[in-house]
């Protein structure tokens, strides 16, 4: 038997994040001021930074301050 744990878990994984956090937001997509249009937005600009990380050098991550020497802004945590 799964724990309450587990059980949340999967539910997040397989329902809440694919069929409501990720649902299109309502508006028209080719309106600048819509919703949806700012969705896509941040889905493209999510996608772009993704593949940006995934696509740099090993020798980026070694010093510790990849992405602020990468992106010119963060700091060390």
């Known amino acids: 038997m799964r724990s309450c744990a587990e059980q ?3 539910a ?3 329902n809440y994040i694919p069929n409501e956090l990720a649902a299109p937001l309502p508006g028209n997509p080719l309106d600048p001021n819509s919703l949806r249009f700012q969705q896509l937005k941040s ?3 999510h996608l772009i930074y993704r593949d ?3 696509n740099e050098s ?3 991550w070694r010093t510790g301050s990849g992405l602020r020497h990468l992106l010119g ?3 060390q945590f």
Do not use: P, Q, R, W
Request: proline share 0%.
């Open 12 to 14: 997040l994984v397989n």
């Open 52 to 54: 940006l990380i995934k």
């Open 58 to 60: 090993d020798s980026t």
């Open 43 to 45: 889905e493209a600009a």
């Open 73 to 75: 802004y963060g700091g």
């Open 8 to 10: 949340g878990y999967e």
